[in-house]
């Protein structure tokens, strides 16, 4: 059962333009959420977070929005740069004990120069 | 500050042999990660230790994985017979805890059982 859902498994942009990464998920107790960027061979490093008590959360190029009523959050990246061209994972938490991330499958952006 | 180390980068094995991975977080956090992930996969928790207590161990294989964290810091962990389905990318984590403290990842080791 997949609790975070990235259902496209990659995008492709043109430079310059907007890319916008969408993730689902079903879990109600979660209550904050996590965008991950991975580069081939490296691990997953941090890229911006946000909490349930907001719905939006902006940081440079990169703005995270969340939709509780939808269980739907999405990564918007403007300006796109090739060096954005990565796989981004979404991963979800909750308040709590022995709390711990859970992450979708990845999306795989490409952006084109 | 140095990143969370892990060692080795990659290893082949053949079936049923055993192989250990090592790592070694950022000083000072708390909480350590092991994930698996399969190609075409978001990385699966294995164990999370906080300081040398394991908190989840759910989804760990007991009958093959083994995970310790002595004295708090570093960790391994260990599968034992390894099988092909094992074949994956091993990703060790460490944060200061608490929900809204990210997790630093590192490089991760890729394990090949042929």
């Known amino acids: 059962d997949q609790q975070v859902k990235q259902n496209s498994p990659s995008l492709s942009v043109q430079e310059g333009r907007i890319s916008i990464l969408n993730c689902d998920y079903t879990?109600?107790?979660?209550?904050?959420f996590l965008w991950y960027k991975k580069y081939p061979a490296e691990g997953p490093t941090f890229l911006i977070s946000?909490?349930?008590?907001?719905d939006k959360n902006e940081d440079g190029r990169f703005t995270v929005f969340l939709n509780k009523s939808a269980k739907h959050l999405s990564l918007h990246i403007v300006p796109s740069q090739p060096g954005d061209s990565a796989v981004y994972f979404c991963?979800?938490?909750?308040?709590?004990?022995?709390?711990?991330?859970?992450f979708g499958k990845g999306i795989t952006l490409s952006v084109r120069p | 500050e140095a990143g969370v180390a892990q060692s080795p980068r990659y290893k082949i094995i053949e079936k049923r042999q055993s192989v250990a991975f090592w790592c070694n977080p950022i000083?000072?956090?708390?909480?350590l990660y092991w994930y698996q992930q399969i190609l075409g996969q978001g990385p699966k928790l294995l164990i999370q230790?906080?300081?040398?207590?394991?908190?989840?161990d759910s989804q760990l294989p007991k009958d093959r994985f083994s995970a310790e964290r002595l004295k708090g810091v570093d960790s391994t962990l260990k599968i034992q017979p390894a099988k092909l389905e094992d074949s994956a990318v091993y990703l060790c984590?460490?944060?200061?805890?608490?929900?809204?403290?990210?997790?630093?990842f590192g490089q991760g080791t890729r394990l090949t059982v042929v």
């Open positions: 984590a460490s944060s200061l805890g608490g929900v809204s403290t990210e997790a630093f």
């Open positions: 879990n109600s107790m979660f209550d904050y």
């Open positions: 946000i909490s349930s008590i907001k």
């Open positions: 991963a979800a938490t909750y308040t709590g004990a022995n709390s711990k991330l859970t």
């Open positions: 000083s000072g956090h708390a909480t």
């Open positions: 230790f906080q300081n040398n207590g394991v908190v989840d």
